[in-house]
Nanobody, 121 residues
Framework: QLQLVESGGGLVQPGGSLRLSCAASGFAFRYYRIGWFRQAPGKEREGVSCISSSGGVTNYADSVKGRFTASRDNAKNTVYLQMNSLKPEDTAVYYC??????????????WGQGTQVTVSS
């Protein structure tokens, strides 16, 4: 069964850190770019990061550059998003998605169900 399952979300204070995980199964994970996206209440979904199939290239949204780091372990079929120096505006549901068709994760084939991240004091 094809699945992308996010975990690691939660409530954190401003300035804190969280690490999200995205575990994949049911498809050839190592051939897919993996994007992280987020959607805050009342806002459109936005791309956060996109990591290449090998993990050698990663792109980030300007709003998270220098604070977030995406990585992957193809042996474990898992992608991670390390989020540091979190701000209240990072509050959103975070999704991972697998993309075989575009270089910047713009055309995902598969989506996870999302995990809530709340940054608040």
């Amino acid at each position: 069964q094809l699945q992308l399952v996010e975990s690691g979300g939660g409530l954190v204070q401003p300035g804190g850190s969280l690490r999200l995980s995205c575990a994949a199964s049911g498809f050839a994970f190592r051939y897919y770019r993996i994007g992280w996206f987020r959607q805050a209440p009342g806002k459109e979904r936005e791309g956060v990061s996109c990591i290449s199939s090998s993990g050698g290239v990663t792109n980030y949204a300007d709003s998270v550059k220098g604070r977030f780091t995406a990585s992957r372990d193809n042996a474990k079929n898992t992608v991670y998003l390390q989020m540091n120096s979190l701000k209240p505006e990072d509050t959103a549901v975070y999704y991972c998605a697998a993309d075989s068709r575009s270089a910047m994760c713009l055309m995902p084939d598969y989506w996870g169900q999302g995990t809530q991240v709340t940054v608040s004091s």
